[in-house]
């Protein structure tokens, strides 16, 4: 049982490419969300997802894109990278919401030069 | 909008108590609790429903307030490896509904000899 997997563990970008960070979990959880943590702020919400075909946006959406075709992978995509992305990335699951905590995966980290 | 954490930054010493705050300006449908150490991913700690009871294992527990929008996290004889951020999500109230939580900007805490 490996949890919640990210990769890459560490990107550099530059300004304009394109890429994809991958999710994948195998705990059968119908919730996914994507999370951006910055210093000093917090973790903030990018995308989530309630199940498969189905997404909603976060506090911070904009520049990012997802779509989730399987319960198991939620992918996140960077359009055009801004050095404003510069951050760490975190995948997280839940069986449910409503009485069950996030799993998160380990992280991937992301420079845009 | 991000629930509010108090206080940004607490040190202790082994075994001394430790109190960590979270509120919304709306209602909330639960709150979560995380632990982050540092380079690693946040670790659920717990999680408290609107209309349940207070939460709690060995020596680190938590109340929720429903009227006041508000949380707490209890550290009790705190040891070495309570040191970290702690972060509270919000379900509900800020955060706008159900299944998507909404972090705070975490309250680091350290724990000295």
């Known amino acids: 049982n490996a949890g919640v997997t990210q990769t890459p563990k560490f990107q550099v970008l530059k300004t304009g490419q394109s890429m994809t960070l991958q999710c994948a979990q195998d705990m059968n959880h119908e919730y996914m969300s994507w999370y951006r943590q910055d210093p000093g702020m917090g973790l903030r919400l990018i995308h989530y997802?309630?199940?498969?075909?189905?997404?909603d946006q976060g506090e911070v959406p904009n520049g990012y894109n997802v779509s989730r075709s399987t319960t198991e992978d939620f992918p996140l995509r960077l359009l055009s990278a801004a050095p404003s992305q510069t951050s760490v990335y975190f995948c997280?699951?839940?069986?449910?919401?409503?009485?069950?905590?996030?799993?998160f995966g380990s992280g991937t980290r992301l420079t845009v030069v | 909008q991000q629930p509010v954490q108090s206080p940004q930054a607490v040190i202790l010493r082994e075994g001394e108590d430790a109190v960590i705050n979270c509120s919304s300006s709306k209602a909330l449908y639960s709150v979560h609790w995380y632990r982050q150490k540092h380079g690693e991913a946040p670790v659920f700690l717990m999680i408290?429903?609107?209309?349940?009871e207070q939460k709690g294992h060995e020596k680190i527990s938590a109340s929720f307030n429903e009227k006041k929008q508000q949380s707490s996290l209890y550290l009790t004889a705190s040891q070495l490896s309570y040191s970290g951020t702690y972060f509270c999500g919000t379900e509900g109230g800020d955060s706008g509904g159900y299944q998507k939580v909404t972090f705070g900007t975490g309250t680091k805490l350290q724990v000295i000899p």
């Open positions: 408290l429903l609107k209309g349940g």
């Open positions: 997802s309630v199940g498969a075909g189905i997404t």
């Open positions: 997280a699951s839940s069986q449910s919401i409503l009485g069950h905590g996030y799993t």
